[in-house]
């Protein structure tokens, strides 16, 4: 079992920034795979970020490219997503993810076991 809190959310005018935090609890944080994911109203949960347990390995959709980062501290068991340059159009709830299992499908949210409750994150123009 693994349970995953996140903070960080709010809202910011276009081109603020904000960093998101997931603290999980449970079972080892540094052995399995982080992701973000967001869903913006009417759309589908769409993927966002993920790293690997290593802390090296990391995937971004492209929109997000050059302006958000994932990052993790194994030794205080939380994840981050630092978000720079933030659009109205990256305006979504956002949440955390585990994947327990790894299989390379990082991308898709079929693919984490847990999530969180998720943080509201509104960009205004």
């Known amino acids: 079992q693994v349970q995953l809190v996140e903070s960080g959310g709010g809202m910011v005018e276009t081109g603020g920034s904000l960093r998101l935090s997931c603290t999980a609890s449970g079972r080892t944080f540094g052995t399995y795979d982080m992701g973000w994911f967001r869903q913006a109203p009417g759309k589908e949960r769409e993927f966002v970020a993920h790293i690997r347990p290593n802390a090296i390995t990391k995937h971004y959709i492209d929109s997000v490219k050059g302006r958000f980062t994932i990052s993790r501290d194994n030794a205080k068991n939380t994840v981050y997503l630092h978000m720079n340059s933030l659009k109205p159009e990256d305006t979504a709830v956002y949440y955390c993810?585990?994947?327990?299992?790894?299989?390379?499908?990082?991308?898709?949210?079929?693919?984490?076991?847990?999530w969180g409750q998720g943080t509201q994150v509104t960009v205004s123009s």
């Open positions: 993810a585990a994947d327990l299992h790894y299989t390379g499908t990082w991308y898709d949210s079929r693919t984490y076991d847990y």
